[in-house]
């Protein structure tokens, strides 16, 4: 296992705290097999985050629900679910269309 550096999480707002602990409670229940690319908060959306190496991330704003973020690295469009099953679908049917 890497070791896992937090960015720009060194003092976190009530928000974010609320928030991350969220996000990791939902990687601890749905996913925890998946491995880790990295964990932040990026101050141009208000979303705590953990990302996945397959693709997903778990996110959180302003300690609300955790969603389920899917980025397309070509055109930049993010999309949103409420369950990581609901993007791991959205994941395969893209690789679908792909092949």
Request: charged share 25%; glycine share 8%.
């Amino acid at each position: 296992m890497k070791d896992l550096t937090m960015y720009n999480l060194s003092e976190p707002a009530y928000c974010e705290a609320k928030g991350l602990s969220k996000v990791w409670e939902a990687y601890a229940n749905e996913c925890s097999r998946d491995e880790i690319f990295q964990v932040g908060f990026n101050d141009q959306t208000g979303y705590v985050y953990i990302a996945l190496e397959n693709g997903i991330t778990i996110g959180s704003a302003f300690g609300h629900s955790v969603e389920y973020i899917i980025n397309d690295p070509e055109d930049g469009e993010e999309c949103f679910f409420d369950s990581i099953e609901e993007a791991q679908e959205k994941i395969t049917l893209d690789r679908c269309r792909n092949i």
